[in-house]
């Protein structure tokens, strides 16, 4: 089955130019666009994309409320990955706390789009770990009621010695397998740790886990 793709972004030319980069590679497949966010849930619904690339800043309805929107209404729903112009920007920040499961920079080269796309389809939600701690420590500090909430589910969740280990691997951007190599441990059990941190804080995917930790202050950025 190839992966089905919609594109969602204002700039014409920006649609254009994902759509001939993905439709160029085997296995994607691009099954519709949208100039804006207020136009994404009909879509999916009607579409069911296995990933929506979703613009950030949109004129009608922003990509965070339209990730929140997607998420709230469509079971079981798409992967989401943003594109944004400025990784450093508060709004993917945003972004990924309401959901999101990765971001694309849109001057990224055709084969990292490509592989973004296919990463967050195969359910590697977390793309630029790096820049991920960066936004965590401009835009997730403080007290707000996020790193309350952030808290409150760390401290529910519970988790044994072995499973904050692997959080706060996960945390710094190591995969599965590289998790697996740090604790000399085999896949599998990563899996198995990774799928009961993601049960107990109640988090949809890794980079949910991931915001969690830092806006918890259970890992410091830098």
């Given at each position: ?69 997607v ?44 592989h973004?796309v ?58 599965n ?44 950025p830098?």
């Amino acid at each position: 089955m190839p992966v089905t793709v919609l594109l969602v972004d204002d700039e014409p030319l920006v649609r254009a130019g994902l759509r001939a980069v993905l439709e160029a590679q085997p296995g994607i497949e691009v099954v519709g666009e949208a100039a804006d966010g207020a136009a994404v849930i009909p879509l999916v619904r009607r579409l069911r994309p296995a990933v929506v690339a979703m613009d950030v800043r949109m004129p009608l309805m922003d990509g965070i409320e339209a990730t929140r929107a997607v998420l709230r209404t469509v079971d079981p729903p798409p992967k989401i990955l943003v594109v944004t112009t400025f990784e450093n920007d508060e709004y993917v920040y945003e972004a990924l706390r309401a959901g999101a499961d990765g971001f694309l920079l849109k001057r990224a080269r055709p084969a990292e789009i490509v592989h973004a796309v296919r990463l967050v389809a195969e359910g590697e939600s977390l793309l630029f770990p790096a820049s991920v701690r960066r936004l965590a420590a401009e835009y997730g500090g403080g007290d707000g009621a996020a790193n309350r909430a952030a808290r409150d589910a760390l401290q529910r969740a519970r988790l044994t010695g072995r499973e904050a280990e692997v959080l706060r691997l996960m945390a710094r951007g190591l995969s599965n397998a590289e998790i697996a190599d740090r604790l000399f441990v085999g896949p599998e059990t990563v899996k198995s740790h990774v799928s009961a941190v993601l049960a107990k804080l109640g988090a949809r995917d890794r980079t949910q886990a991931v915001i969690t930790a830092y806006e918890s202050g259970f890992v410091a950025p830098g």
